[in-house]
Nanobody, 123 residues
Framework: QLQLVESGGGLAQAGGSLKLSCAAS????????VGWFRQAPGKEREFVAF???????YYADSVKGRFTISRDNLKNTVYLQMNSLKPEDTAVYYC?????????????????WGQGTQVTVSS
């Protein structure tokens, strides 16, 4: 079982930066990939990025080159550094994990979810 808690959301201006954290419980955290998703008002939740258990990364085209996902297994934490923010990045951001040793870019591929953290980017 894995529990995930996001933090670091808030208000930023367009062009600014925010760093989200996802703290996980569970001694086998290092065997899980972790993904970030986001959901804007009136829209479906969409994939943002994932990082594998060996720190391979993959990004949605909409954030590639602006967002960086990383992990610190000693701290059981995954980060999402968001730079060059745009108003369209405004959403609730969720971290999630699939079952062990699995990778996915779809909502249905993830079994564990955090409660979400709000990111608002003003123009």
């Amino acid at each position: 079982q894995l529990q995930l808690v996001e933090s670091g959301g808030g208000l930023a201006q367009a062009g600014g930066s925010l760093k989200l954290s996802c703290a996980a419980s569970g001694r086998t955290f290092s065997s899980y990939a972790v993904g970030w998703f986001r959901q804007a008002p009136g829209k479906e939740r969409e994939f943002v990025a994932f990082i594998s258990w060996i720190s391979n990364t993959y990004y949605a085209d909409s954030v590639k080159g602006r967002f960086t996902i990383s992990r610190d297994n000693l701290k059981n934490t995954v980060y999402l550094q968001m730079n060059s923010l745009k108003p369209e990045d405004t959403a609730v951001y969720y971290c999630a994990a699939p079952t062990q040793w699995r990778l996915s870019t779809t909502n249905s591929g993830y079994s564990y979810w955090g409660q979400g953290t709000q990111v608002t980017v003003s123009s």
